[in-house]
């Protein structure tokens, strides 16, 4: 079964950084596309960034220039540095495959909260 865990999430002040992991199981995680998605309260689902297998990226206009995709493929694990956080940025932040493995399944996911 496909497995991820989000993690580094926390409470920071706007401006601040935060860096998240995705750690990735049950799949072979260097075949897929990875991206991260963000929801927050009362809000639809939104893609943040992705990063293909060859490591090409891509991002959302509310978030480039500030935040930065990676992955590292021996430890399957994604990461999302994210720098001069703003409020707006406040959400749980998910990370998934492009295609899905599962299309039904998604992490825990970790709260990513900007407030001052």
């Known amino acids: 079964q496909v497995q991820f865990v989000e993690s580094g999430g926390g409470l920071v002040q706007p401006g601040g950084s935060l860096r998240l992991s995705c750690a990735a199981s049950?799949?072979?995680?260097?075949?897929?596309?990875m991206e991260w998605y963000r929801q927050a309260p009362g809000k639809q689902r939104e893609w943040v960034a992705s990063?293909?297998?060859?490591?090409?990226?891509n991002y959302a206009d509310s978030v480039k220039g500030r935040f930065t995709i990676s992955r590292d493929n021996a430890k399957n694990t994604m990461y999302l540095q994210m720098n001069s956080l703003k409020p707006e940025d406040t959400a749980v932040y998910y990370c998934?495959?492009?295609?899905?493995?599962?299309?039904?399944?998604w992490g825990q996911g970790t709260q990513v909260t900007v407030s001052s």
């Open positions: 998934n495959t492009r295609p899905l493995v599962d299309p039904h399944y």
């Open positions: 049950g799949t072979i995680f260097s075949i897929y596309t």
């Open positions: 990063i293909t297998t060859i490591g090409r990226t």
